[in-house]
């Protein structure tokens, strides 16, 4: 059964690279060293002084084996300093490749610096597909459209996780705060 964990992570004030710079080095050594693992991405929150960690595992082993690892003990230290309380951990209930989490997202749109990398992540570490790339008239950009299950991940060129790199026109939100689909209700509003 895949086993999907979402870890979101307070960071002290003032204490945000070093904390990047340790969960940098984690992420880092999952992704080379721990083949149970499907995803394992840190990410920044709308806080400043927020991350998330998505990860994503083969089974309840790979989980197991990824908590008893070295670096995740030696670098979870390092972080540890950094950090202002525990973290918040989500677990999703377990779910076969057959019904995989993200069959209830229709489409998501993402800013991401490199489309053919994002692109070769998607496919084997979520199983994904790329069914097409497509030059976008409205943006003015080119983007790789993935689909995991019965979800499609559209990538566009910009920085990671954000659209304000991102070229062409972008929408508003009700608080002046810019969004990628131009649509305030989407996802990356």
Not at 41 to 59: A, I, W
């Amino acid at each position: 059964m895949i086993r999907s964990i979402v870890a979101t992570i307070k960071v002290k004030d003032g204490h945000q690279q070093d904390f990047e710079a340790a969960a940098g080095k984690l992420v880092k050594a999952v992704n080379e060293h721990e083949a149970g693992c499907l995803l394992y991405t840190l990410n920044k929150g709308d806080d400043p002084l927020t991350y998330v960690f998505m990860e994503r595992y083969q089974d309840d082993e790979a989980v197991k084996a990824h908590r008893a690892s070295d670096h995740f003990k030696t670098y979870g230290r390092e972080m540890g300093a950094f950090m202002d309380g525990a973290p918040s951990v989500y677990r999703a209930p377990g779910r076969s490749r057959l019904n995989p989490v993200l069959t209830s997202v229709d489409r998501m749109q993402l800013a991401v610096p490199d489309r053919r990398l994002a692109a070769d992540n998607f496919t084997r570490k979520l199983g994904g597909q790329v069914v097409r790339e497509a030059f976008s008239a409205y943006l003015n950009a080119q983007r790789t459209i993935v689909a995991v299950g019965e979800s499609e991940f559209e990538l566009w060129p910009g920085r990671a996780g954000t659209a304000e790199g991102h070229p062409g026109p972008l929408g508003r939100r009700p608080d002046g705060r810019r969004c990628l689909s131009g649509h305030p209700g989407s996802i990356r509003c």
